[in-house]
């Protein structure tokens, strides 16, 4: 049984910023959950008995490298993908680099880093749930 196809999934996610104040976004591979090819902001599938928070934090050190600290909930995002047959219920978070650089660690799953101002952010590029996190980040934080 698969989370997202066989029963609605829990996925997680963060908007991390470095101390430049620029956001981390991730190319989605080929072998990602879903659309592939899409920006987003990084984060994973909860695993049983893990809270929100440490799976955030257990998904960018494994794919990424990096510890971050998590510092408040963003976003709730009703994930439906018809044309993937696809359920995910995707908690997001604004978070911030602690340490490393982020590299790829799963090349099947990423195929590209880069961070940005968010105001450089191309919002036709990035996943379903990225860009609900992006309109309430901007929402939330219009002068930022």
């Known amino acids: ?3 997202g196809r066989d029963f609605i999934g829990v996925g997680v996610g ?3 910023f470095n101390a430049e104040g620029k956001v981390l976004l991730t ?5 990602s959950n879903n659309e592939a090819g899409k920006w987003d902001f ?10 929100l928070e440490e799976t955030v934090i257990r998904e960018f050190q494994e794919e990424l490298g990096i510890l971050i600290e998590v510092i408040e909930l963003i976003d709730v995002v ?5 044309n993937e047959q696809q359920h995910w219920v995707s908690p997001s978070y604004i978070a911030r680099l602690l340490e ?6 799963e090349a099947e799953k990423c195929t590209g ?3 940005l101002e968010v105001s450089e952010i191309n919002q036709e590029e990035l996943s379903i749930s990225s860009r ?7 929402a939330k934080y219009p002068n930022r």
């Open 113 to 115: 880093i880069k961070w």
């Open 100 to 105: 490393g650089t982020p590299e790829i660690k």
């Open 132 to 138: 609900s996190n992006y309109e309430k980040y901007i």
């Open 1 to 3: 049984m698969k989370p």
């Open 42 to 51: 990084p984060g994973g599938t909860v695993e049983f008995g893990e809270s």
């Open 14 to 16: 963060a908007m991390v």
């Open 78 to 82: 009703n994930h439906i993908l018809p």
């Open 27 to 31: 190319q989605r591979g080929p072998k």
